[in-house]
């Protein structure tokens, strides 16, 4: 048999000398307060790991890849053809929703036109453009001023 | 009487403002000894609710009057059960999502307390009736159940009762009554 709504609410006696065991309780002394830099180092630290991850594509290739001054036309075929996203495509942003999906078509850099072949794949999914990218490695001047391959 | 001068007076300047303005209203030890006499019952019934054991209970109760003895500097003595109550209905939850995550963790064995055990019930029938009730507070989702057993166990109004969950007062009704629906479509109406 159920027993009634009711006897949720049955008062129930706490365990005796409660009141004693206060009275111990309080007389002992504060602990002392706590210091709160390790608290903060901690989330000081953890700021900037966020950060770190959040700005680290943007110190890396494709940093590299935008800035042709740094960037050495020889570096990667991908390097070489594909103009780099900016900052405002880096996945994380766009999975954050910060940035737009970047739209079609890619573009070649310029330097690399004459070098590179570029061909749309179709794929199945809507979401993912897909290129074959094929590049020919330039010459590049060794420091004798011979041309190597 | 406790021991006052053994308890190192801690003034806060920030609370300079909010403290007391008469004596008359300052938290003391004879106060809180009061206190603690009159909502001792009332609390633990509510804090039992929640973690389903005495000892942890008491525990629970008594670290809520620790907190506001240590915090007396600050505290109104209009405000203090409100305080009392809402402090330790936060220290139950936060015991009980600990508790969940030492099982979830598998380490609840490590951490098996050898406090006073449960009061043992006399038979089956009173371990299934123990049992329904408990399942039945259970499914009662927190803000009800914080507001039912406040309104069932503790001498607060409705005002107050909503001062101390920080909800409005028509709220506080709403939601005894929902709280009330619930157990009696699980447990028995019968009169």
Same mark, same amino acid.
């Given at each position: ?8 609410? !049955? ?12 009275? =111990? ?94 061909? =749309? ?17 330039? =010459? ?10 | ?114 406090? !006073? ?34 309104? !069932? ?36 109406? !019968?009169?």
């Amino acid at each position: 048999m159920k027993p009634r709504w009711n006897a949720a609410f !049955e008062r129930l006696d706490p365990p005796p000398g409660g009141l004693e065991r206060l009275r =111990h309780r309080l007389g002992e002394q504060d602990p002392p307060a706590r210091p709160v830099w390790p608290l903060r180092l901690a989330v000081a630290a953890a700021a900037a790991a966020v950060a770190a991850i959040l700005l680290w594509p943007s110190t890396g290739p494709d940093r590299r890849a935008t800035d042709p001054v740094r960037t050495p036309s020889v570096e990667g075929p991908n390097d070489v053809v594909v103009a780099a996203a900016p900052l405002s495509d880096n996945p994380l942003l766009i999975a954050a929703g910060l940035a737009p999906l970047p739209a079609e078509p890619v573009e070649l850099r310029s330097s690399a036109v004459a070098g590179a072949a570029l061909s =749309h794949v179709p794929i199945d999914d809507p979401d993912v453009v897909f290129y074959l990218v094929a590049a020919a490695v330039p =010459h590049r001047a060794s420091s004798d001023g011979r041309q190597e391959r | 009487m406790l021991a006052e001068a053994a308890i190192p007076d801690r003034s806060v300047a920030a609370a300079a403002a909010d403290a007391p303005a008469a004596e008359t209203t300052s938290l003391d030890a004879a106060r809180l000894e009061s206190l603690y006499a009159r909502l001792e019952k009332p609390m633990f019934n509510v804090v039992y609710r929640w973690l389903w054991n005495r000892a942890d209970a008491q525990e629970v109760v008594q670290d809520a009057f620790v907190r506001v003895w240590r915090r007396r500097d600050v505290v109104r003595m209009e405000t203090v059960e409100a305080l009392l109550y809402r402090t330790a209905l936060n220290l139950a939850s936060n015991r009980l999502r600990a508790q969940r995550l030492r099982r979830w963790l598998s380490l609840e064995a490590l951490f098996e307390r050898g406090g !006073e055990a449960e009061a043992p019930a006399t038979g089956p029938d009173d371990r299934a009736r123990d049992a329904a009730i408990r399942a039945a507070v259970e499914a009662l989702p927190d803000r009800l159940r914080r507001v039912v057993m406040l309104c !069932e166990f503790s001498e607060l109004s409705y005002d107050q009762v909503a001062a101390t969950l920080g909800i409005p007062p028509g709220t506080v009704a709403s939601r005894r009554n929902k709280a009330l629906a619930v157990l009696r479509e699980r447990l028995g109406d !019968e009169r």
